[in-house]
Structure formats: structure tokens, C-alpha cells
């Protein structure tokens, strides 16, 4: 265990938890979240980026002179909040470890634009990307995490081309929110409060939809047939149970599931990889696992 760990755990239980807690106006929760960002998350020196739009979905192309497979990578931010912009850092340090270009999605928000609206572009980026010579990776964290499962659902749903895989950091795969860890957790998740998960699906879904929808709730999808898929999260988080739980349903389709599920590390940790060891130890893996599949497919 680094040393920074533990303080990083006790900085984000005083400062970020509270602020999610007592948060109630979402674009004061996007703006704060921009700011943080741009504070404390910084890409690698060199890392090149510009933004374009794929079919009409605003995207940042990070390093797309790499020559591996593309990560189309989706943020968090429970469907509310988060952007290209928050992630770009943590996604460039990936690229540059994995030497892959990637593609982060400025999918829409709610509650101005709730669900279908996320899956929708993620679907429009995916087809607008899906031929690229070198494959695509789908990624994601925490709902972005959540979406990027979404979206290999429907990939596999609709019979479109596959990615060569998906990986998903601590990523929200349940809207009915029934895993025990969301009690069981409740109090130990140093980041996200469980007593809003009601606004996150109330935010996201329009009413009366069913929250078990495998376009909202992935853990119901059906992946037979899928590629490898990686999982993560930390013991502690409160939605620690939607990783367990998809790797198993993942196992079940015959699905080849790497599934890490680390000690004392807070939700999303790899977002802190300027400061955590461990953060960068989570990308150098993630990097190994991408190279592994584009080496997987240049051999079969």
C-alpha cells in the first residue's frame, strides 16, 4: 500500500463526499467538477488532442497518430456531469502507456437529455469509428463505465461488428441499485454518498421505465458471444457489487472476464494517476491487457 493512499481516502471522505452529499444544483456540480479537473488532473507532456464531431457527437481524439487500436472511452459522472475534458488526462495517460490513440465522448446529459440520449451517441460514435484499421476498445468509468457495457449490448443485440474488448472502472451496471454492497458499503465509500442514488436513476430514466432495461442496467443484458471484458473497483465502494455481480453474469455467457478487485482504493482510482502509484499501476495493466487483445488479433 503507497503512502498516498490512506491520505487520499481521508482528503476525498472530507472534502468530496461531502460536496456529492450536499450537492443539489447540477450545473453547480458540473462546473465544480470542470474546475477540479483542470486543477488537478494533468495529462502527459506531449500528448496531442483535438476535437472533432463523428456524425454529430462531439468527441476529443487524444494521440490519434498512435498506431494501436482505438479506445472510444465514455466519462463518468452519474449520466449528470462529467465531459471529455474531465477525463482526458487519466484517458491520455492510458493511451500513451498502451501506445493507442483514443476517442472520449461528450455524449448528452441529463436530466436535459435523459436516457436514450447517452446510448444513442455512444451507439452514433461507435458505428462512426468501428471500421478503424487497428479495432476498437470500448471504456468507461462509474456510469460511463455503465454505458460502455450498455453499449456492447447493443452491439451484440444489433449484430454489429465487434470491439475487441471493454473495460469498465467501478462502473454503475445495476439502476435498481439492489446489490448488498450499496448498504453494505454505505458508509465506507470515502466518494460516492448512497443516499442519492434515487436522483442519479431519477435524473437518467424517464418515468415509469423499467430500471432492470438492459440498456440502463447492463447487469440484464445478454453478452453471449461477447469479447474479453476488464472489471474494476475498490472493496470499499458502495457499488462494489455491480462489478461482482457483471463479472459472474459475464462468466455465465462464457464470456473471458479479468476482474480486479483492489483493497482500499476509492471509486475510479486510475482518475488520480498524477498522485496514486496505484493509479498508474491500474493503467499499466489495463495498457498490457489492450496490447494483449490487438496481439490476440493480429495472430488469429
Not at 443539489?24 to 464531431?53: H, I, M, W, Y
Not at 436535459?112 to 476498445?137: C, I
Not at 498524477?274 to 496490447?291: H, M, S
Request: proline content about 8%.
Amino acid at each position: 500500500m503507497s503512502l498516498m493512499r490512506p491520505v487520499l481516502n481521508r482528503w476525498l471522505r472530507m472534502t468530496e463526499r461531502p460536496h456529492l452529499e450536499r450537492g443539489k444544483s447540477v450545473p453547480r456540480l458540473r462546473a465544480s467538477f470542470e474546475r477540479k479537473a483542470r486543477f488537478f488532473f494533468f495529462a502527459p507532456r506531449g500528448t496531442r488532442q483535438r476535437r472533432d464531431v463523428l456524425d454529430g457527437v462531439p468527441v476529443l481524439l487524444v494521440n490519434e497518430d498512435l498506431p494501436g487500436p482505438l479506445i472510444l472511452y465514455f466519462h463518468g459522472g452519474a449520466y449528470v456531469m462529467g465531459s471529455a475534458d474531465t477525463h482526458r488526462a487519466m484517458v491520455a495517460w492510458l493511451s500513451r502507456a498502451a501506445r493507442c490513440p483514443a476517442c472520449l465522448v461528450d455524449y448528452r446529459l441529463a436530466p436535459d437529455h435523459p436516457f436514450p440520449a447517452a446510448l444513442e451517441d455512444a451507439l452514433t460514435a461507435y458505428r462512426a469509428v468501428m471500421a478503424h484499421p487497428a479495432g476498437v476498445v470500448l471504456g468507461g468509468d462509474s456510469a460511463g463505465g455503465g454505458l460502455a457495457l450498455a453499449l456492447l449490448g447493443e452491439i451484440l443485440r444489433q449484430g454489429l461488428p465487434q470491439p475487441l474488448g471493454s473495460f469498465a472502472l467501478s462502473p454503475l451496471t445495476d439502476m435498481t441499485f439492489s446489490g448488498d454492497s450499496v448498504t453494505r458499503n454505505a458508509q465506507s465509500d470515502v466518494v460516492l454518498p448512497a443516499s442519492r442514488t434515487h436522483e442519479t436513476a431519477m435524473h437518467y430514466l424517464p418515468e415509469n421505465m423499467d430500471r432492470r432495461d438492459p440498456r440502463v442496467s447492463p447487469l440484464w443484458a445478454a453478452f453471449a458471444g461477447a469479447g474479453p471484458v476488464w472489471l474494476s473497483a475498490g472493496d470499499r465502494e458502495f457499488l462494489l457489487d455491480d462489478t461482482r455481480r457483471m463479472a459472474a453474469r459475464l462468466r455465465e455467457r462464457g464470456v473471458t472476464v479479468q476482474e480486479d478487485i483492489a483493497r482500499d482504493l476509492p471509486h475510479v482510482w486510475p482518475i488520480f494517476h498524477n498522485i496514486l502509484p496505484e493509479a498508474r499501476i491500474t493503467l499499466r495493466r489495463i495498457a498490457r491487457w489492450i496490447n494483449s487483445l490487438s496481439q490476440t488479433a493480429a495472430d488469429s
